[in-house]
């Protein structure tokens, strides 16, 4: 994919969300980032969106992900940018979405592999989480063996035909894209997962943490003990249906008891923390069930946290 074809695949970030306030004294990060074509190849991170529902509709959730690009964009790009004064950031803008869902997979899988073959560290916006399918393969494509690392209330392995959002950590370990021993489910609950899914992943030889037993390792020493695995690359698929709906109630499957927002953040920090992390993502935000936009500003801090965390 060459640049004229990367740009003619995705649709130019609205402008009316990048946040200034013209305050030399307190820039914020919707003066930092970058959107022309010609800044690219400088980037060092590159946003990329991807605004659709299509998955979680064949899943029976609650559509209205698709808004959660925008969402996501419109509270990050209001941070300010403390400790990230030299940062490249790049925004690409939107998968073009295509007529059915495997064709923006399609689509989008070789956006991913473009920018990570180009060097640069991705985050990705959701859309549902089925787009986990895309990302990871496409980095798998570009950046070779790839610790991929769920944080999700749900394992989303499910047999299902055809793909959705509970299917896409099924398609990556039965496609060969990721290896069971390098994938990771962090912070399940076991009231949202059925016991079949559960005697999968083990007996493919996968590892699955529920939050409770995370917090009784210690999710940071956890964490350092995950990525001592070795792979060519780290992949973390953030679901923000992970974190307690008192903290992110604006998800298409809220969750009663969660992650609190204050560990959601120290564990995107560790993520960005971590050399061989090149893509973050964050699905599943729901715009139409937030409250005074309380899901969009804590996903957006949680990047903000991993933008801190790689220094």
């Known amino acids: 994919m060459n640049d004229t074809a990367l740009f003619a695949a995705t649709a130019r970030p609205d402008s009316a969300l990048r946040y200034r306030r013209d305050d030399p004294h307190d820039p914020r990060l919707g ?26 509709r064949r899943n029976r959730g609650r ?16 941070l300010g940018v403390a400790g990230l004064e030299g940062l490249r950031l790049f925004d690409l803008g939107d998968t073009r979405i295509q007529p059915d869902l495997e064709a923006t997979h399609e689509l989008h899988r070789a956006l991913v592999r473009r920018v990570i073959a180009d060097g640069k560290t991705l985050v990705a916006l959701g859309g549902g989480n089925d787009i986990s399918f895309p990302d990871c393969a496409g980095l798998a494509d570009a950046a070779g063996p790839t610790l991929a690392i769920n944080v999700d209330a749900h394992y989303d392995v499910r047999a299902d035909t055809p793909r959705n959002s509970g299917t896409p950590y099924r398609q990556l370990l039965e496609g060969g894209h990721v290896a069971p021993g390098h994938f990771v489910e962090l912070g399940g609950q076991p009231f949202a997962n059925s016991a079949a899914y559960g005697r999968y992943l083990a007996e493919r030889g996968a590892r699955a943490f529920s939050l409770r037993q995370a917090r009784a390792a210690g999710l940071a020493a956890l964490v350092r003990e995950i990525l001592e695995a070795e792979a060519a690359s780290v ?32 564990l995107a920090e560790l993520a960005g923390a971590e050399p061989r992390s090149r893509l973050l993502e964050v699905s599943e935000l729901n715009p139409a069930h937030d409250i005074d936009g309380r899901t969009a500003r804590l996903a957006a801090v949680a990047i903000w946290s991993f933008l801190i965390g790689r220094g």
């Open 31 to 56: 003066e930092l980032v970058a959107a022309d074509p010609a800044e690219y190849a400088a980037a060092q991170v590159v946003i990329l969106g991807c605004p659709q529902d299509e998955g979680v």
């Open 63 to 78: 559509p209205g992900a698709a808004g959660g690009p925008a969402a996501i964009r419109a509270a990050l790009y209001k």
């Open 235 to 266: 992949f973390w698929g953030v679901d923000m249906d992970v974190v307690r709906a008192a903290d992110a109630p604006g998800v298409s499957a809220p969750n009663p008891l969660g992650m609190s927002g204050e560990e959601l953040c120290l």
